[in-house]
Structures are given as structure tokens and as C-alpha cells.
T-cell receptor
């Protein structure tokens, strides 16, 4: 399977604990995005990387959230001191950025990590 | 005004019907537009890009109206398998915004 993968698929944690999610993008894609989605809403942008550089962070990404993509391949999203409001689906997407000579913004999503904070 | 707005629906249509969704956006500098399909508890899947000239893929047609700042998706000859939530995506400089989605239910 050469699509975007995410691990774990489900995570149940107690309030106050730290959690870390991993995303492996499609191998030739150099842009990687993180989103959060709650029931009945569209995905909300959190942050994105071009290679290893984090280029943009949403105001939704509080100090408790941090994302890394150290070698420009896989990425991790960590949430510290989880709160019940953090319960959501965390989606990762990757994008090739360029296709031939053309810039493309098409994104391909992984299956997501469903976080439940109790 | 929200940056990207969609009618949440649900749109309940009979098989074989034609249905259209609109998505309005507020930032006139937005650069790229897409439609995604999302099935219940699954990830969004890219349906099609939206170009100024319009584009068609089988039963699906997408249009962009920059003057009025909206994009549209037309589905002809609806199938039961088209039942899903359709999300529009608007991309500007360093910014990606999804709509909340329009739910489509195709009824036998």
C-alpha cells in the first residue's frame, strides 16, 4: 500500500496524559498537512510542512500541540496534557507540491487517528 | 461571514436524479479549489479539482465562478453509491480551508 498511513488508528487516553501520533506520507510527496476533524465539521487545518520545514501553524494549534517532521519524511503530532476537548479525528494528508512543471495542491489523506480523551 | 460555506443538507434525492451543490468563499485571492468526498467515519478522498474553465469527470462536473466567489459540483444520474458528504476546499496563500460539507443521500 503506497498511500498515506497513520498510527495508531485509535487512541484512548486519560485527561492530562500526553499522546503522539505518527504519519507516513506518500513517499515522493514533500508537503505534509495535519488536520483535526470533529463530528459534523470539515477538517480544520492545524499545520503543514514542506520537507522538514514547518511553514504554517493554525491558531488552533495551542502550546500543548507540537508537530515535527525531522527528516522530511514521516511526521509526528504530539498533544501534551490532553483535554476532553481534544477528542477528535486527527487526519494527515500529503501533497506532491509539484507535478511536472505545475504546482499542485492536491492532497491525499491517511485514514486518521481517532483520539478519545476520558 | 465564514471563510468557506456549504449548505449542510441533507440532500435526499432519488436514484437517477441530478443534484448540485454550491460552496461560497470569502477570500477573493484564493488560488485553488477542490471537491472531496467523505464517507461516514472515513478519510476525505479527492474527487476533483476545480478550474476556471470548468471540468468534467464522468457524471461529475465542477465549476468555478470567481466573480461571485463560489464553486459548484453537479452530479448527474445519481447512484446509491454517491451517498456521502461532499467537502469543498479552498486554498489561498499558506492557508487551506475546508467547508463543513454537504450530505447527500441517494434514495432507491
Amino acid at each position: 500500500d503506497t498511500g498515506v498511513s497513520q498510527d495508531p488508528r485509535h487512541k484512548i487516553t486519560k485527561r492530562g496524559q500526553n499522546v503522539t501520533f505518527r504519519c507516513d506520507p506518500i513517499s515522493e510527496h514533500n508537503r505534509l498537512y495535519w488536520y483535526r476533524q470533529t463530528l459534523g465539521q470539515g477538517p480544520e487545518f492545524l499545520t503543514y510542512f514542506q520537507n522538514e520545514a514547518q511553514l504554517e501553524k493554525s491558531r488552533l494549534l495551542s502550546d500543548r500541540f507540537s508537530a515535527e517532521r525531522p527528516k522530511g519524511s514521516f511526521s509526528t503530532l504530539e498533544i501534551q496534557r490532553t483535554e476532553q476537548g481534544d477528542s477528535a479525528m486527527y487526519l494527515c494528508a500529503s501533497s506532491p507540491w509539484t507535478s511536472g512543471s505545475r504546482t499542485t495542491y492536491e492532497q491525499y489523506f491517511g485514514p486518521g487517528t481517532r483520539l478519545t480523551v476520558t | 461571514r465564514k471563510e468557506v460555506e456549504q449548505d449542510p443538507g441533507p440532500f435526499n434525492v432519488p436514484e437517477g436524479a441530478t443534484v448540485a451543490f454550491n460552496c461560497t468563499y470569502s477570500n477573493s485571492a484564493s488560488q485553488s479549489f477542490f471537491w472531496y468526498r467523505q464517507d461516514c467515519r472515513k478519510e476525505p478522498k479527492l474527487l476533483m479539482s476545480v478550474y476556471s474553465s470548468g471540468n468534467e469527470d464522468g457524471r461529475f462536473t465542477a465549476q468555478l465562478n470567481r466573480a461571485s466567489q463560489y464553486i459548484s459540483l453537479l452530479i448527474r444520474d445519481s447512484k446509491l453509491s454517491d451517498s456521502a458528504t461532499y467537502l469543498c476546499v479552498v486554498i489561498g496563500y499558506q492557508k487551506v480551508t475546508f467547508g463543513t460539507g454537504t450530505k447527500l443521500q441517494v434514495i432507491p
